[in-house]
């Protein structure tokens, strides 16, 4: 009933307005108003763009303070706007002073100097870069290493456990025996050793009867080929074999080699001469019938030339043993020559020389 005399109180004030185009727009603005007061309590704080604020602070400076009621911002956002837009007016470019940024690249190689060098100091990291041209401050390298995270040597970092590892196998010869059978059913020993540090591998020649004076002739051979050496062995590693006599460990212990005896059944201990032993098998061995001692020892010495100098390791980044360098990029594919070894089991290619 409330509602209905509301309703019935507003047609009549509507009326009492002269009919026109005048009473038409003044309507209209009042629905234009109300609906703007609707929508402010039922929607949220609006998105303005930099377009509908320019507009709306433009507009603030034409009309009176007390008609502000009529915008949805309140009047402080609209002083706000315009002392922004005055800001920007009045605001010029300016030049920066100082020193210039360092270089992306010449940040990123100091930080990898750092991370691979944990014991330089700023001096020797700006020492390091001054070798190669370029010119930094201690006191800026120091800054951005503590940006980056990493503090001064030698509490920067250790060494991981891969060049931990890699160290310690420089000086390390590990050996052990594996057994060939012939096409005849007769069993056939070997003994091979193996370098940790640059993986090249020395084979003895085969044998049906390794005893005594067998393994301790091979130890002698093989000191031969360390004494030439520039890094001499400091450790072998071997199992507890009743093959290895006391005389075979006496020949290194005069060499200044320590023996190091592997657990009992702990293949794992061993575990570079076990990996060497299945690669001899899977790549060869189980390929080949071996007819007897001098076969075997001709298949041998020809794979372990093709190990030690032309087979690429992965623990050696893709690198044979008896490679210094990796070979530099070429732009063109040069013509490829394939050689044939153990009777075509084997391939190695090699660039046809120009």
Not at 48 to 71: E, H, Q, Y
Not at 118 to 143: C, F, N
Not at 266 to 285: G, I, Y
Request: charged fraction near 30%; proline fraction near 5%.
């Amino acid at each position: 009933m409330l509602l209905s005399l509301l309703y019935m109180s507003l047609r009549a004030v509507f009326r009492l307005a002269p009919a026109g185009n005048g009473r038409d727009r003044e309507v209209e603005i009042l629905v234009l108003r109300h609906q703007v007061k609707v929508l402010k309590r039922k929607a949220g704080r609006p998105k303005l763009r930099r377009g509908d604020r320019i507009f709306l602070a433009a507009a603030s400076r034409i009309l009176p303070k007390d008609r502000w009621s009529c915008f949805i911002v309140t009047p402080q956002t609209l002083l706000r706007w315009h002392r922004e837009l005055i800001k920007r007016k009045w605001t010029y470019r300016q030049k920066r002073t100082g020193r210039p940024p360092i270089d992306p690249e010449i940040r990123a190689l100091v930080c990898r100097m750092a991370q691979e060098n944990a014991r330089w100091g700023y001096i020797r990291i700006q020492g390091e870069l001054r070798k190669l041209g370029i010119r930094v401050g201690a006191t800026t390298i120091r800054r951005i290493l503590l940006e980056e995270g990493l503090g001064p040597a030698p509490r920067r970092a250790g060494p991981s456990w891969s060049e931990f590892l890699r160290a310690q196998a420089e000086g390390i010869v590990a050996c052990d025996f594996f057994t060939v059978e012939t096409a005849f059913l007769k069993t056939l020993y070997v003994l091979f050793f193996i370098e940790l540090g640059s993986r090249r591998v020395h084979v003895t020649g085969a044998t049906r009867s390794p005893n005594r004076a067998f393994v301790t002739q091979q130890a002698r051979n093989l000191c031969f080929e360390l004494d030439r050496r520039e890094a001499p062995a400091l450790f072998l590693i071997r199992d507890r074999d009743s093959k290895f006599s006391g005389s075979f460990d006496e020949v290194f212990r005069t060499e200044g080699i320590r023996i190091i005896l592997t657990p009992v059944r702990s293949p794992k201990a061993n575990a570079f001469a076990e990996r060497c032993v299945k690669t001899l098998r899977s790549e060869v061995l189980d390929w080949t019938l071996i007819l007897g001692r001098r076969h075997l020892d001709r298949v041998l010495r020809s794979y372990v030339r093709h190990y030690n100098a032309q087979r690429p390791h992965r623990g050696l980044g893709l690198r044979s043993p008896e490679s210094h360098c990796d070979v530099d990029p070429v732009e063109d594919v040069p013509e490829i020559e394939r050689r044939d070894l153990v009777g075509g089991l084997i391939h190695e290619y090699h660039a046809v020389a120009a």
